[in-house]
C-alpha cells in the first residue's frame, strides 16, 4: 500500500552528532498524565471512521474477500456514524398516520421495525463488528424538516406549532418510535441501539446560510425532537445542533451571539452534548489557506467550554461527528495530493481532540467507504473517499483498492496504552505519549510548513532500557503521502520530521517502566468571558477555586478575536505578577482567514497561582475581543525538571516571501534592521516581553541603523510591521 520500509542502525533520522536540535521532546514515562479522570488512548473516540457496519459499498469488487475484516480488524478501526438509514425508512417505507396528519403511521413504523431488525440478525458477517459502533444517528434536512417537503411516499411532517404540538413534535415522535422500534440488543435480536442521536444535520448550512429560516425557529426544533426521542428512549444521548462551520469570530462575535451562545441558552438543557464538524481548507480559492489546525481550532473550543461551565456548571462534552479537511482546489479527479491535504488535516486534528480526552465524546475522520453516491466519473470522483478504482485517475475502472486516506490508519494501527507525561519546547510540535506493559508510544505532528529537528529525552524509566525503536513517518514526497516504516537498536538521540508531518515511534523496552507518579490536568475558567478590547484598558478576570499541590506547571489561556495586524501580545499580571507573553502560538498567522482568531498560550509560574486568582489583560492597541479566559493547571506528584520553559519566541511569518534581518544580535548599542520591499512605509517596533513598546518609528527604507543604545540590557522584539502583514525576531541587548 505504498509503505516504505527501511533498516538503521542509526541512519537517516538520527542528527550528526554535536548538531543542534530545533526542537526538545521530554517523555517521563513514568509519570501517569491524567486529564479529568481519562488515562487511557481510547480507539474509540479517536480512531474511527465515518461509517457504519452495514453500509453495502463494504462489500462489491473489492482487493479483498472481506474488506470489513480487513480494514477495521486489520488496523484496529472503530465506526461509525449513519445519516442515510434513518432516511431511507421514512422516504421508502413509512406512511402517513391515517388518523393524525402529518404524523408517522406508528404501526407502519413498528413493522417496518421488525424488518430492519430480522435482516440484521440473518447477516451474521456483521455481528463481529458491533462492538466497534456505537453508532451516532443523524437525521438529514428533507424530509425531516418540516417545511412541506413530501416523503417518497406521498406526505409531509406537520408544520403546526402551538402549546400542545411544538414545531418539531411531528419528527421528533417518528425519530423516538424508529430507534425504540429498528433496534435490539445486537445479533439475532437486531443491531445494538445507537448511544448517540444527532438531532438534524448542519441546519443552519442549509436554512440559514442559504435559507430564509431564523436559527431561534432551528433551535426550538431541536427542542421538541429530542423531547419525543426521550419519550420512547430514556438510553440514548442527544446533541445539537451539528454545526457546518463554526465560524463564532465572524462581524465581531455577532455570529457566537446569534447561533452557538443562541442555542445554548434555548436548548442546552435538552443537549447531552455538543456537535460541531471542524474542516481546513487547505488550498481554496486558487491556492489560499485556511486553517482549523492549530490555534484557532483551540479558541473554537476554548470559547465554548468555558460558555457551557458558565451556564450549566460544566463543560458538556463534545462531538466531532466529521472532521478533516476540505479540498476546494482539487473537485475532480483522484489524486494522492489531494488525499494528503485531508491526512495532514486529521493528523493534527486528532492529536488536538486527544488533549480535551475528559470532554470529548467521539470524533469521526470525514471518509465514507466509496462515496459512489457523490462520484460521477473518473473526472467527477468525491473527494472523501477510503477505496479508489485500481486504474483511477487514468479511468474509473478495476477492483476498489485503499486510497492514500488509509494511511492514517496504517499509521495509528499500533497505539495504545497509558497516557504519561510529554512536552515539547515548541507549540508547533504536538506531542503524546502512552505506554503498555513493555511498549511505548511516543507521537509528533508538526504543525510548521517546514522540517523540525527533535530531540528526545526519555525520562523516568528506572531500570528499563529502550531496546529498540520502530518508526513510523507519514510525510509527502514531491506529490505522493509517503508512510515511511524504520528499524533502529535503542532509542534515537533525535529525528527530522518533515512539514506538516506526523510520526510515531513504538519503543520496546526490557521491562514495562513503573507508572507511580501522576500529572493531574485540570482547565479552570474565568468567570467572564467575551470582553471589547480598548487600548491600555485592563481587562480584569477571576479564576477561583484553583486546587494546588507541592508540584505542578501551569499555562494561561487567552482567546483572541483581532484584526490583522493588531498586537497579540499583551501585558499579562496574574495576581500581580507580570508574566513573559509569548509571541508565538500554535500554528499558522491565518493570513488567509478574514481575521485572527487563536489562543495565545502563556507559561505561569506555579508559585504565583492562588485558589482565587485575578487575571489582569491590557493592549496598547484599539480593537477586537478577548473571548475566553482558562488556566490549565498540572499537579505533578513529584517534581518535574523540563528541557526548557516554553518561551515560543519563534516567527510567525504572513508570507514565504516577506524576509527580516537584524544584525548584529546579539548587540551592545544599535542594530542593523534590513526588510523586504513590502516593509517600507510600516513600522518597527522594539518590545519587552510583556508587549510594551520601549521604541518604535516609520520604516522608511530597505535597510535602516536602529540606535538601541538607550535601552536597559535584555531579551526584547523587535517588529516590523506594514498593511496587515507583522514579522517578529527576538532581539538581545548586552
Known sequence: MGLKYLHIACGMLCLAIGAKAQVRVDINLDLKHQVGQIDQFDRNKFVAIHANTTEREWDGDNFTTDLRNDFLNGYDVYLGRDTGGISWALNSNTDEDPARPGFADPAGIESYGTTVKNNYAAQTSWH???DRNDQILAAQLHPFWPDGQETNRGWAFSEADTEAEPFGTATGEYMGRYIRDSYGTGGTTGAKKPL????????????????????????????????????????????????????????????????????????????????????????????KQRYRKGSNMEATFDLMEQYSYMQFGEVKPFMISEYGAQMHDYFGAWSPYRDWLHLKSVNSMMMQFMERANIINKTLNFLPVKAEWGTNGVDDTYNHRLMRKADEPQAYTGEWVYSDMVKTYQLWSEVKGTR????????????DAYVDGKTAYVILNNLKFEAVQIELNALGLSTAVVEETDLKHLYLEGQVPVLEQSNQQGLPEAVSLESEA??????????????????????????????????????TFTISGVQLGDHGEAMLRLGLGRAHGKSLVPTVLVNGFALDVPVDFRGDDQADRDSFFGVIEIPVPYQQLQNSNEVKVTFADEGGHLSSVAMQVYGFSREVDRSNPVLGLEDKIASTSLQMKVYPNPSFDSVRLEVAPDFVGGQWQIMTLSGQVAQEAKIDQEVMLVDASVLPSGVYLIRVSNQGEVLTRKLVLK
Not at 250 to 275: C, H, I, P, V
Not at 516 to 539: F, G
Open 128 to 130: 463481529p463488528y458491533e
Open 196 to 287: 448517540y442521536v444527532e438531532v438534524i444535520n448542519e441546519p443552519l448550512w442549509h436554512l440559514v446560510d442559504f435559507g430564509t429560516d431564523e436559527p431561534e425557529k432551528i433551535f426550538r426544533f431541536h427542542n421538541a425532537v429530542a423531547d419525543q426521542i426521550r419519550k420512547y428512549n430514556d438510553d440514548v444521548l442527544i446533541g445539537g445542533f451539528c454545526t457546518a462551520f463554526p465560524d463564532h469570530e465572524n462581524r465581531g462575535f455577532a455570529q457566537w451571539n446569534e447561533r452557538w451562545k443562541l442555542f445554548m441558552d434555548m436548548s442546552g438543557d435538552k443537549m447531552d452534548y455538543w456537535t460541531i464538524h471542524l474542516y481546513d481548507f487547505p488550498s481554496i480559492n486558487n491556492g
Open 420 to 431: 504519561v507525561d510529554s512536552y515539547a519546547t515548541s507549540l508547533d510540535l504536538l506531542v
Open 502 to 539: 506526523t510520526m510515531i515511534l513504538k519503543l520496546t523496552l526490557n521491562e514495562a517502566p513503573s507508572i507511580d507518579q501522576t500529572s493531574v490536568e485540570t482547565k479552570y475558567y474565568a468567570t467572564d468571558y467575551l470582553q471589547e478590547i480598548h487600548a491600555n484598558e485592563p481587562l
